[in-house]
């Protein structure tokens, strides 16, 4: 379960202070597909990086399963993120010089997993996105942006992480591929009990997440979730 | 794929930048590896050098004026009181005979009935010449009189033969020595190149150790036999003193010498030894109360000799800084290339900490990827160096020692021959075979020196790569990640 507690960030930018993290506050049940809409720049990717323990937010608190990150050391952080998260994110952010495989295998190897059964797990994820097996070996900088993106998420999946965090997955992606990816997620957050949370400017597919969030001046607002409400109603 | 392979992909990431950084490197890892086989071999000589002439004082006889001669001879008695001295450890006497043979004897009487005896280069003065004495040999010299010789012995045959158009060819006699142990005139053990020593050197013998060039000159080797007042020897060995004129001469016995030269007991000079560097100044004062300013000057090859160890010591101490320097120039273009490396990979830093590399990791990609570039950069500078080194340290060593060498040769040339130098032809240079040991400075590169150096290196690379890429994967991820 993911508690936020009174979250903010502010920078400062000259004499001008920016908060685009202003007192948030939600949970999320573990197994959660959850989703945030947002103009750009309204603090998506500054939350999301928040909840990654990629930064430190001003004041406020994030708890994973009741333990606080705010107090964390550096060295558990960067355990936690080996462990409790997956990353997609929106530039991809791969390694350009290794293949698919290898950059699928990396977070993997940081596990301690030993070299033959990350690499069949790394095929795997990556059949599981739709890369082409004759690709698994190119590197990085040879594939197009969306099978750089199936990449991506296969990644982000390779140490089966209790908090999948990302930010424009199907941003690079056709249509047909997007919804692949939508319904891999799904099925991750219901069947394997992981808890997603997306940034997306896709409404198809904010609609399609079990809780919607806005964002929009620091402040998160829930929209309700259309589909669960539709499941929900009596006929 | 295991951080070592990264790290090598990485290291070729971009080949062309790679082999610059590859080809500087080389150059700042060779002349560093070179500076120090230098240092090695210069810090190798100076060691030799004291331990072979620094302790070691010469002693003869008083008032010797070259090679005219002069003063009381040394005695066997002088000996024994040399030996009582305090520090002194051993004494070994010498009695050097100048041998010719019959054409040149002839050729020379006929000269010097005509132009009052030889200038030549400098005189006939070697060692102990103000008491060798002259003795017929089937021997030629090995060493030619050159142009300077002849051209003075035409002009000093002019000026005392009037119509004398051409004057008889001066040459170079060989100098026999009989020594009482198996050394030479500076003290230092012969080098023998074939067959063995005389054995007891207090005893007379018939055997002899030649020079090589002059057994060379005259066909001899080992077993060979040849004259000496009449009388046969045999060449018991070959030794190669280093120089032209310490190969043209031969050891005997010390006995044998004294009964060739009828003066038994004499000695020409004697080599005294002490005990260490630090008692030569005491034991040189002691040594010449004892045996009398009046009967015995005692002279310190070392005090000739400081100058230009002295000037090797700074040698030393020069390729010592030049090694440190090039060292500290191959850390810093290793930590520039490190930041630049680091700089530019940032964002990779930052996702890398993203997906849970702990530091360590990323520490240990970045240290074996500069320690890839380094041992390519070691391997072409060892093999700079391994070409580079023998002639770095010989240039070192002329430019530093030839004003020492000069101004020592200058000094000498008021000595008697005697003093230890060798050879001690010409102008009786008290360095004699010197200049050339100083300057034999042989530059190898050994493989634990080129392994020290290499190690350094590699150390100030681990350093160098280590510090940007900890203090990068120190910041919080985003803001690699944002900044970019």
């Known amino acids: 379960m993911i508690e936020v507690k009174n979250l903010v960030r502010t920078f400062k930018s000259g004499d001008r202070t920016i908060t685009p993290v202003n007192d948030v506050s939600f949970e999320l049940e573990q197994g959660t597909l959850a989703s945030i809409v947002g103009k750009s720049g309204s603090g998506k990717s500054t939350l999301l990086s928040l909840l990654g323990a990629l930064d430190k937010p001003t004041s406020g608190d994030v708890l994973v399963n009741g333990v606080s990150l ?166 | 794929m295991s951080v070592l392979a990264r790290s090598i992909g990485n290291a070729f990431r971009n080949k062309v930048r790679t082999a610059a950084v590859v080809a500087v490197l080389a150059v700042a890892i060779g002349l560093a590896l070179a500076m120090l086989v230098a240092n090695q071999a210069v810090a190798g000589k100076v060691a030799e050098l004291n331990a072979s002439v620094g302790t070691v004082l010469t002693v003869n006889p008083a008032g010797g004026q070259g090679f005219e001669g002069g003063g009381e001879p040394l005695t ?142 005259n066909g001899l080797s080992v077993g060979s036999t040849f004259t000496i007042k009449d009388q046969s020897f045999t060449v018991a060995g070959l030794f190669d003193a280093g120089t032209a004129f310490g190969n043209n001469a031969l050891y005997l016995t010390l006995p044998t010498a004294q009964t060739l030269a009828d003066l038994p007991g004499e000695l020409s000079t004697m080599v005294v030894t002490v005990n260490s560097m630090e008692n030569v100044d005491a034991a040189k004062t002691a040594l010449q109360a004892a045996l009398g300013t009046d009967k015995a000057d005692v002279s310190q090859g070392q005090r000739n000799l400081q100058t230009a160890v002295s000037s090797l010591g700074s040698v030393k101490n020069i390729s010592f800084i030049a090694f440190v320097a090039a060292l500290a120039t191959a850390g810093l273009i290793i930590l520039l290339i490190m930041v630049m490396l680091v700089r530019e990979r940032r964002r990779e830093i930052g996702v890398l900490k993203a997906i849970g590399a702990p530091n360590r990791t990323i520490g240990l990609q970045f240290v074996l990827e500069a320690l890839v570039l380094v041992a390519m950069g070691s391997v072409v500078g060892a093999a700079v160096a391994s070409f580079a080194s023998g002639g770095i340290a010989s240039a070192l060593i002329s430019s530093n020692t030839a004003t020492a060498a000069a101004t020592t040769g200058r000094r000498g040339q008021g000595f008697p021959g005697g003093v230890p130098g060798g050879a001690g032809f010409p102008g009786g240079n008290p360095l004699g075979g010197a200049n050339q040991l100083l300057t034999s400075v042989t530059a190898s590169a050994s493989p634990g020196v080129i392994a020290g150096g290499i190690a350094a290196v590699f150390g100030v690379a681990i350093i160098g790569a280590l510090v940007p890429a900890l203090l990068t994967a120190r910041i919080r991820p985003i803001e690699v990640l944002r900044g970019e």
Do not use: W
């Open chain 1, 70 to 235: 705010a107090g964390m050391p550096d060295g558990q952080l960067t355990e936690y993120r080996r462990r409790d998260i997956g990353f997609v994110f929106q530039q991809f952010n791969l390694i350009p010089n290794l293949s698919a495989l290898d950059n699928v295998m990396l977070p993997m190897e940081f596990a301690g997993i030993r070299k033959a059964a990350r690499q069949e797990r790394a095929r795997h994820l990556l059949e599981q996105v739709q890369l082409d097996p004759d690709k698994h070996v190119r590197r990085i900088n040879r594939l197009s942006g969306g099978e750089q993106q199936r990449v991506a998420i296969a990644r982000a999946l390779a140490n089966a992480p209790k908090l999948i965090l990302a930010d424009e997955p199907t941003g690079n992606l056709d249509e047909q591929t997007g919804e692949h990816i939508i319904e891999l997620l799904s099925s991750l957050s219901r069947n394997h009990n992981t808890t997603i949370l997306v940034v997306t400017h896709d409404r198809s597919l904010a609609n399609k997440t079990d809780r919607r969030f806005r964002l929009q001046q620091g402040q998160l607002t829930e929209e309700a979730a259309r589909s669960r409400i539709a499941a929900a109603s009596p006929a």
């Open chain 2, 76 to 217: 066997a008695e002088q000996a024994a009181t040399a030996a009582a001295v305090p520090n002194v450890s051993t004494v070994v006497g010498t009695k050097a005979l100048r041998l010719r043979n019959a054409a040149e004897v002839a050729a020379q009487t006929g000269t010097q009935a005509g132009a009052g005896g030889p200038g030549g280069q400098g005189g006939a003065a070697g060692p102990g010449s103000q008491s060798a004495t002259a003795v017929t040999t089937s021997l030629t010299a090995a060493v030619d009189a050159g142009t300077l010789g002849n051209r003075n012995q035409a002009a000093t045959g002019s000026t005392g033969t009037s119509g004398s158009s051409t004057a008889p060819a001066f040459s170079v006699p060989v100098t026999a020595t009989g020594i009482g142990a198996e050394v030479d005139t500076t003290g230092k053990a012969l080098a023998l190149t074939q067959g063995t020593g005389l054995g007891d050197y207090t005893a007379a013998s018939t055997g002899a150790l030649l020079g090589t060039t002059l057994a060379e000159k």
